[in-house]
């Protein structure tokens, strides 16, 4: 290590919980450093099914440190709750600390989250309405609330009072019941957990830590790189696990970007290899594409090398895990984007223009597929013929040697991937 980030490189969703519950056992700290439980991971474990939203997948292995860093945004009932829910399947949650300079999601953010989606009307971001967006914005605006206000009932008080008044006539804030609610139900429970962690994590490297760093969403998600508007409110691109870690650039040692063998989107936004077809229906099948935190139907669309590219370069990836290969078993030809066509010209590079984005039109290259059941492989020569060329095809075109493939849901459904010489 010392420290590894691990980013989606599409919309999210790419199943990085797998591999970072992978690499997990490697580390001694698993990190969350942005987003809020707008994410979702599904991990099974043993046969049993656990979904986590904002608590880092590394807590399911009693000797990592599970930490939520500053650059999170933290709704504490939903944390309250996830604790709960993983303590009752028997998981130890007694080490996860949770940054003091983290944000508070509070419920006005959600009930603005939902005003503005319903004053965009048709264009509408399609935001989980958790209330991200809001709450980041109270941060940028410096009227956001802290985790470590809730040691400070006075202060806490003043500054919620502040935003209320902020507020009026747009939304109700009730600020004497949400202060009590703080006080009794969260701050007793968060008090213990709250941590400078900057210095925690910067101790711990200094002591031989393994640092696990955990991007949430997406590279295309990403507030600055991604599909502005519509995108999350954070930035899941590595460079921000340094801001929102609190660990310098140079504390980095390796970016693993995780990249769906096909890909998915969900909300609004442009999305060029977006398939309305049956094989788009068969991936979102095949693939159970439904949000695991908002339990929406996912768009699906063909692997878009042309993106991936980007986000190689976006994140210094030093190398991809590819999810899901499996769900492609049954299809008898696959379609991979190099390019994209735009007024006539082939482009292999992401247009900076929103609306040239738009208008690109896919460039595929189509090849033959493997059509049998892959779950079993765990080496490149268990792989069908046709299977180790659409993997070496991404590697080619993307420019990133690929080191891992999930080959079915389960912890041990890896392959190891050799580039072939
Ligand atoms: P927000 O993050 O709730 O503000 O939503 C903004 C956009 O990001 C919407 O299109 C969401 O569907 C998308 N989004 C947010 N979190 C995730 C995620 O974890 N996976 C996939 N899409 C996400």
């Known amino acids: 290590m010392p420290a590894i980030v691990v980013v989606g490189t599409q919309w999210g969703d790419e199943g990085k919980g797998k591999f970072t519950d992978l690499l997990a056992i490697d580390a001694t700290h698993v990190v969350r450093y942005q987003g809020g439980h707008n ?22 292995y009693p000797h990592v440190v599970p930490v939520i860093a500053n650059g999170v945004v933290v709704d504490p009932w939903v944390l309250l709750r996830e604790l709960d ?75 919620i009072s502040a935003v209320a008044r902020g507020l009026a006539g747009r939304v109700d804030v009730d600020v004497d019941g949400l202060v009590d609610r703080l006080l ?22 200094a ?25 999350t409110s954070s930035n899941p691109t590595a460079g921000f696990a340094s801001v929102g870690s609190g660990l310098g650039p140079r504390d980095i040692s390796e970016v693993i970007g995780v990249a769906k063998a096909y890909s998915t989107r969900v909300g609004s936004g442009p999305y060029p290899t977006e398939l309305f077809d049956d094989i788009g229906d068969l991936l979102v099948e095949r693939g159970r594409e439904f949000g695991t935190n908002t339990g929406r139907r996912r768009r699906t669309g063909w692997f878009d090398a042309v993106m991936v590219r980007q986000a190689a370069r976006l994140n210094s990836l030093s190398e991809i895990a590819i999810t ?49 059941d892959i779950s079993a492989a765990r080496t ?41 010489s």
Not at 388 to 414: K, Q, S
Request: net charge negative; aromatic share 6%.
């Open 380 to 420: 490149p020569a268990d792989l069908p013929e046709a299977a180790r060329n659409y993997l070496a095809c991404i590697e080619r075109e993307v420019g990133v040697p690929i080191r891992l493939v999930g080959t079915g849901p389960g912890r041990d459904e890896i392959l190891i991937w050799e580039t072939p």
């Open 324 to 372: 899901k290969l499996d769900i492609l078993d049954t299809l008898p030809t696959i379609k991979l984007c190099v390019a994209y066509e735009l007024d006539g010209q082939h482009i292999r590079h992401l247009p900076g223009d929103s609306d040239d984005f738009a208008r690109a039109t896919p460039v595929y290259i189509e090849m033959p597929g493997w059509q049998c």
């Open 184 to 205: 009794t139900e969260v701050a007793p429970l968060l008090a213990p957990r709250i941590t400078d962690t900057v210095a925690l994590l910067h101790d711990a490297l």
């Open 207 to 231: 002591g031989g830590a393994r640092i696990l760093l955990e991007g949430a969403q997406a590279t295309f998600l990403d507030i600055d790189h991604g599909t502005y508007p519509f995108v």
């Open 39 to 60: 994410a979702g991971h599904t991990l099974v474990v043993d046969g049993v099914t656990f979904k986590l939203q904002l608590v880092p997948s590394g807590i399911l």
């Open 85 to 159: 829910m993983l303590e009752a399947k028997g998981i130890d949650v007694s080490k996860l600390v949770v940054s003091g300079n983290a944000h508070l999601i509070l419920p006005y953010h959600q009930e603005i989250d939902t005003l503005n989606e319903a004053a965009l009307g048709d264009s509408k971001i399609g935001t989980t309405l958790r209330g991200i967006g809001p709450a980041y914005a109270d941060k940028a605006d410096r009227v956001g609330i802290r985790v470590q206000d809730l040691l400070r009932p006075a202060y806490l008080k003043e500054r």
